[in-house]
């Protein structure tokens, strides 16, 4: 095989075909000479390497520079059979593999098949503004890549130049779609058809984060049930409801009909696909299902919107699903079941054999139907597809299974809160834990919160014994508790206020600033003894820097109460200190006339500011020895 006399490149974004007619004509030959010469054949994009490299040898360029022609194996996870179209993977239902569409006009200025127009959905050359022709207006034959005329490569087999077919003006939305889809071709592959697309055209939300393959599919879906009759859409025939279908639907009709009905729709999302389903759900016969979803959509086209065709990834297309989804449920009152995770997950479907649920379960020796392991199983395929994992199926396996595991012994390595209670604090059974949820205590382990269902919250064992050792290292043991009194049954209960709840003891307990005494060898907090006294005065320490801190007033009995159980019992505001401290503007003070109906008189009633008074005490009587407070009183004079 020899290269041809003539040889020229390959433009940008053409097809194979058009290339071949372009090398016929410019060496003066018929399309059949040259597929002898060159010894291609019918050559296809999907031919094998030997007629791709015996053309790239006869046209005088390397196999390299045919490579975008080609349709090779896109090798994609749940897409058997999908190829490499022009940068995209996609289903080669998408295509037209046969029949050939060209635009007159396109033809006359140059002699140019694009390749881009293989695509099903694509029905009119957006640069001329014409449909793309598929038969011969002279024969009524179809347009066949490999046939053509006796002495003309740019004619159909009866002669008729391919240049003098009829040019047609297409719709606004025909080339609409067109323009749709024409950049959404460019994301990946430099075809110069990103220039053709205005800003106008460009695809609307949420269709604009599709891939290729998607975007076609779920044109083709809404185009073909939004165009089926009611006479032709008859009611489902098999109750077994399938996951998706996986390419267009090849029922008679016009594929630019159906291209114009979906771009109509998608402007209109979602309102108008609602008006889509309202008239589906029309149509359904009476009783046609005992489950309540399939009962509404029963039709063909109705069980195509529940089901919708697989997406390049071998999901069922979720935008359609979801639209659907929320129709029922917000027009018909319908919650549709939970799908089986290969429905919604491309990684699960791809780890459905090599590490599924089941083979995962087995390996940590449990039943693959435990309801927090499905949870976790799952959540970790979803933390798989957001992170974009893309390897091997067997990589992705083990991958899976590591990470599952991990999370698994990490769960079980957790226990309800009872438990905790009870081995944090003993005593009572059937107690959850309280006022330990702080951060320098314990705290619940918020990622297994949606896995135990019938727990209100989880603590981890690896936290619970930390507790347990901090508790063993600040009790003090002692031989004798005659002097303390039990921290859990007494004391918390006698000092436990809305300024020092159990959170604050706690607290006070850890660091060592309320001690602790006990008689056993591994302590929890039942087995705590305290001073009681100590733990009133700290109670009513964070009594009074609450009051300080608003700025409170209180009567003179609380308030001496509070003094004297800070600075001693023989410590009060007593009636003439206060009246000159009144009277001296020392104190602020408001006062009150009451009725006593004992005596028959009226009489003031005083309340005092809570921080002139306890400043006063501090100034004349020192510090409390109280820490907190008289840190806080510091403060307050700084």
């Known amino acids: 095989m020899a290269r041809l006399p003539q040889i020229l490149p390959p433009r940008r974004g053409e097809s194979v075909h058009g290339f071949v007619r372009r090398l016929a004509e410019v060496n003066g030959i018929t399309l ?13 994009p999907v031919s094998e390497d030997r007629l791709w490299a015996n053309l790239a040898t006869a046209a005088g360029t390397s196999v390299e520079a045919l490579t975008k022609m080609r349709w090779l194996p896109a090798n994609v ?7 490499r179209f022009m940068g995209h993977a996609i289903r080669p239902s998408h295509l037209s593999r046969g029949e050939m569409k060209v635009c007159p006009a396109c033809i006359r200025s140059g002699g140019t098949i694009r390749e881009v127009w293989s695509v099903s959905q694509i029905t009119c050359c957006p640069q001329h503004g014409c449909l793309l022709i598929d038969s011969c207006n002279a024969c009524a034959r179809q347009l066949k890549y490999h046939s053509a005329g006796a002495e003309d490569a ?8 391919l240049a003098d077919l009829p040019i047609i003006p297409a719709s606004e939305l025909t080339l609409a779609a067109a323009r749709l889809l024409y950049p959404v071709v460019g994301r990946t592959e430099v075809t110069g058809y990103i220039s053709l697309a205005k800003t106008k055209d460009e695809v609307p939300a949420p269709f604009d984060t599709l891939e290729l393959n998607d975007l076609l599919a779920a044109m083709d879906l809404i185009g073909t049930v939004a165009t089926t009759p009611a006479e032709e859409d008859r009611p489902a025939e098999h109750t077994f409801l399938p996951y998706g279908l996986t390419g267009p639907s090849r029922v008679p009709g016009d594929f630019i009909r159906r291209a114009e009905a979906a771009v109509e729709i998608m402007l209109g999302w979602p309102e108008s696909w609602h008006n889509i389903l309202d008239e589906l759900a029309s149509r359904s016969p009476p009783q046609a299902s005992r489950l309540e979803d399939r009962a509404v959509l029963a039709t063909r086209m109705g069980r195509r919107c529940l089901a919708p065709d697989r997406g390049i990834d071998g999901i069922p297309l979720q935008i359609i699903a979801r639209e659907t989804r929320r129709w029922l449920a917000e027009n018909k009152g319908i919650v549709r079941h939970k799908r089986h995770r290969t429905s919604e997950s491309a990684r699960a479907r791809v780890l459905a054999r090599t590490m599924n649920a089941r083979i995962i379960a087995q390996e940590l ?3 693959y139907y435990v309801a927090d392991f499905r949870r976790i199983y799952d959540e970790t395929i979803d933390a798989m597809e957001a992170e974009g994992c893309a390897q091997p199926a067997k990589q992705l396996g083990d991958t899976l299974l590591t990470r599952v595991k991990a999370r698994w012994d990490e769960y079980q390595r957790t226990v309800s809160s009872v438990v905790a209670s009870d081995l944090i604090e003993g005593g009572s059974k059937e107690r959850r834990l309280a006022g330990w949820d702080h951060v320098d205590l314990i705290l619940p382990a918020n990622e297994f919160e949606g896995l135990a269902r ?11 014994e930390t507790i347990l050792t901090r508790i063993r290292s600040i009790a003090v043991k002692v031989d004798t508790l005659t002097a303390y009194h039990p921290l859990t049954t007494e004391v918390m209960r006698k000092v436990l206020s809305p300024h020092y709840n159990k959170t604050a003891i706690l607290l006070d307990v850890m660091s060592g600033r309320l001690p602790t005494y006990c008689t056993v060898n591994n302590p929890k907090l039942c087995d705590l ?14 009594r009074a820097i609450a009051l300080d801190t608003a700025d409170a007033m209180i009567p003179a009995r609380p308030l001496n109460n509070m003094v004297s159980i800070l600075w001693g019992a023989n410590h ?20 009150e006339t009451l009725w006593n109906p004992t005596e028959q008189r009226s009489h003031p009633s005083y309340s005092y500011s809570v921080r002139d ?9 020192g510090p409390s020895y109280i820490d907190e407070l008289d840190k806080h009183l510091i403060r307050q004079a700084d």
């Open 529 to 542: 003894y305290a001073d009681l006294s100590l733990a009133n005065r700290i109670g009513v320490a964070n």
């Open 613 to 621: 008074v306890i400043q006063h005490f501090s100034a004349s009587l």
């Open 77 to 83: 996870p749940g897409a058997n059979g999908a190829i």
């Open 32 to 44: 059949s000479a040259i597929m002898r010469w060159a010894e291609i054949g019918r050559i296809r």
């Open 154 to 161: 740019w004619s159909c087999v009866c002669g008729h130049e």
């Open 454 to 464: 019938k727990r209100k919250s989880v603590y981890r064992m690896n936290d619970i």
């Open 365 to 367: 020796g449990i039943k």
């Open 572 to 591: 009060r505001l007593g009636i003439k200190e206060s009246r000159a401290l009144r009277q001296n503007g020392q104190i602020r003070f408001e006062v």
